[in-house]
């Protein structure tokens, strides 16, 4: 199953994916959930917020990201082991409903794991997409990736 | 219906807040939703990877963090715009089902903002703890939060 092991990875490969609808319905829910804020529950609440409407939470958006990334990790094949944590984020606009996302990725550092012998560390920036190409949000995430079984 | 300002935020300040308990049915509800990897998924799986058992997805330790911390914004009436990013998320320990979390956050910084007179950015710094009062997270995020209106 795994096809692309830390071996393979290599600083300033880029690479773009993913395709994600945005819909009312799921910002809506989301929100309700997690992020219960009048911006992203409610049309009229949100028009006099510094967003100008209704639209996703941050962390929606983030969760959205990441399954472009997992559905795009299992079609190359990435060994991936999960992630120790994240350098940054920045929501640079809005996400409304009826956006389509996409993912652009670049490689940017890597090294062998001082505690496990069998991965690499590896540090990636992702530039979110919506439909008119504008970046809604910038992720700079770090990654687990196993080393090629001898 | 607000009551704390960016003026009332005080650097230094603590506060402890929130208790949520995470289930099973939620932890694979949010990964076959946005984190679709073996270990947030399936038990046997789970046992082989780095974290030991079917564990919450960061992101959903992320969404849980800012349920808490939204209830808490509104019992204390404070001022919150929404956040324009985050300085770095660590995932420090893996969140299992029948963890309850609960957050201490502190506030690090605050400035005026240069394009906007009417609100502050305010830094803080969150742990997220677990029923032990173990570290599972650290967050460094960003909020915009109104001034006193004149």
Not at 14 to 25: A, L, S
Not at 56 to 77: F, I, L, N, P, Y
Not at 101 to 112: I, N, P, Q
Request: negative net charge; aromatic residues 8%.
């Amino acid at each position: 199953m795994f096809e692309i092991f830390y071996e393979d990875l290599v600083i300033g490969q880029k690479e773009t994916f993913g395709h994600y609808e945005v819909t009312r319905e799921e910002v809506i829910e989301f929100a309700g959930k997690y992020d219960p804020q009048p911006f992203h529950l409610d049309e009229e609440a949100a028009k006099d917020s510094v967003f100008g409407g209704l639209c996703a939470s941050g962390w929606h958006t983030c969760a959205m990201m990441m399954r472009m990334m997992v559905d795009h990790m299992k079609e190359r094949g990435l060994a991936s082991l999960g992630s120790p944590g994240i350098d940054g984020i920045e929501w640079k606009r809005p996400v409304f409903p009826g956006d389509i996302l996409s993912a652009e990725g670049e490689t940017t550092a890597k090294r062998d794991s001082a505690s496990r012998p069998k991965l690499g560390l590896v540090k990636s920036t992702y530039h979110i997409k919506n439909q008119r190409g504008e970046t809604v949000m910038i992720m700079r995430g770090n990654a687990m990736v196993a080393k090629r079984p001898a």
